[in-house]
């Protein structure tokens, strides 16, 4: 079974959640990333923009596919990860650390907490 | 239940991330697609490709028959020639891309694993149909097909393979027997490197893999193994058409720019549709597209010519040798000129892209 880091949470569309304070950081998870293959773009939105929960933020392209990144958790978009315009390559090499995507000031705490535990996803996704 | 090929228990010990291709359980990569594009680019790799399809023809009619079913004149070919060619339709489609070789007693046709049923039954009422004289065997499933690509793969194996592989020209092939084994090797490829395709019987596949590969699983062996995501790529990069994507049964290959390998002055199947194509002059044409950005245009995506849809893509990813976003797409023939601006509709983003000259990639 695959290994996911603890205190993660998780949306049914593969990306990732940690919760420091009030600021989530979001990726994909190692499943996803080796489903996409390498990774060779990604698109994100500008700092200070709104995401919603449940709601598109961003794409992933790979060498096989195209997906759309999907975000747990309301907010604004506090940082994007800069590397991945030169280093897409980290999301498939260090999904949880250095491959994140986006950290989000989130508005509603309770999203986060409502979100999928690791068991809870890898059941929901077959894993 | 999918196909396995003679190289399976090898492509699970070696970890790949197994796939469903044309019905066969292939390896899409064991380490990653880029890895195995630049691996074979910079020295070399080998590709499993036994699930491609293998037909011998032998008979006294088996010339008069190719020249029947295939868009290339058979009959001027030589013993130890390999030539690629198309299988088309009466209207003109192509059924499959192959690679027909005359060898001393019969004619080996390799075609596409996802065309390989079809074309069986092609040429079975091709036959019936012309009461022609030969027989036809499927050795898809008692032979292995590898292919091994890179500029340092002919230095590597003119040892170990049977016969003057170094002496060998281009669609040039011969067949020699090592350890009591019959091998046939082919300088071709399908990726754009030098290199070449060896065909041996299944039960040998194993024992191949270890005299060919040696050090395959070590990090700096001259060749690691490749699976169909960088064939892909490879492919794609060298300007080779792929079936399904740049082929199929609507889409003719004078408008593919393979009119090389159609030989419009005698009859087969499909010249007299191809022949009103070539003095019309195809409606669109198969171009080459260097888009900006990393994006990548995917099958089917349109292009576009101010507001105009004036083309589809066909195939398209990320160059790991030219670090741009490359395609191949049919666009109006009128617009099918070298340093035309277009743009390619990425999901409702308008992404600026150029006509360049094919192959994106030549070694």
Redo the contacts between chains.
């Keep these: 079974m695959a290994q996911l880091p603890a205190n993660y949470r998780y949306l049914e569309t593969h990306e990732w959640h940690r919760l420091d304070g009030d600021i989530v950081t979001i990726g994909i998870t190692q499943i996803a990333a ?1 489903e996409l ?2 990774v ?2 990604v ?1 994100l939105p500008k700092i200070g923009a709104k995401v919603q929960a449940n709601q598109k933020f961003g ?1 992933v ?1 790979s ?2 596919a ?1 997906s759309d990144l999907y975000s747990g958790v309301s907010g604004t978009v506090t940082e994007i990860n800069a590397q991945l315009a030169d280093n ?2 980290l999301v ?1 090499n260090d999904p949880y650390e250095a491959g994140w995507m986006i950290k989000v000031q989130a508005s509603d705490p309770k999203e986060f907490a409502a979100l999928l535990g690791s068991e809870e996803y890898l059941k929901k996704t077959g894993h | 239940m999918l196909k396995r090929t003679p190289f399976y228990d090898f492509h699970v010990s070696a970890g790949a991330k197994l796939v469903d291709f044309a019905g066969w359980e292939m390896p899409l990569h064991y380490r990653g697609i880029i890895d195995e594009h630049e691996q074979t680019r910079r020295s070399g790799s080998m590709f499993d490709v036994s699930h491609m399809g293998r037909l011998h023809f032998t008979g006294k009619d088996a010339v008069a028959f190719l020249d029947r079913v295939l868009t290339r004149n058979v009959s001027a070919q030589k013993v130890g020639q390999s030539r690629y060619s198309l299988v088309c339709n009466e209207s003109g489609g192509v059924l499959d891309d192959v690679i027909i070789s005359r060898d001393q007693k019969n004619w080996i046709l390799v075609c596409n694993a996802s065309n390989r049923e079809k074309l069986v039954k092609h040429f079975g009422d091709v036959r019936r149909a012309g009461s022609f004289d030969l027989d036809m065997s499927d050795q898809t499933e008692s032979t292995a097909m590898v292919a091994i690509q890179g500029p340092k793969v002919i230095e590597k194996l003119a040892d170990v393979l049977p016969g003057d592989v170094r002496g060998l020209k281009r669609y040039q092939f011969e067949t020699g027997s090592l350890m009591m084994t019959k091998f046939t090797v082919f300088r071709s490829g399908y990726t754009g490197e030098d290199g070449v395709e060896v065909v041996l019987p299944a039960r040998m596949a194993s024992m191949a893999m270890r005299l060919l590969a040696g050090k395959l699983d070590k990090p700096d062996a001259t060749i690691r193994p490749a699976g169909l995501g960088a064939r892909d790529t490879l492919r794609l990069e060298a300007g080779m058409p792929l079936y399904g994507h740049e082929l199929s049964e609507t889409l003719d290959p004078l408008s593919a720019g393979l009119e090389w390998a159609v030989d419009l002055s005698k009859d087969f199947i499909g010249a007299v549709a191809l022949r009103d194509i070539a003095s019309a002059g195809p409606k669109r044409k198969l171009i080459g597209l260097e888009l900006e950005g990393r994006r990548i245009a995917r099958q089917g995506m349109p292009i576009k010519s101010a507001d105009a849809i004036v083309g589809e893509v066909t195939s398209g990813t990320f160059s790991p040798t030219l670090q741009k976003s490359i395609a191949m797409a049919y666009v109006d023939a009128p617009l099918a000129i070298e340093g035309t601006a277009l743009t390619a509709d990425i999901k409702g983003s308008l992404t600026p892209a150029k006509i360049v000259k094919l192959p994106f990639y030549k070694r």
């Design positions: 080796d293959t390498d060779t773009y698109s794409e392209d060498v096989k195209n897409p390559g498939n």
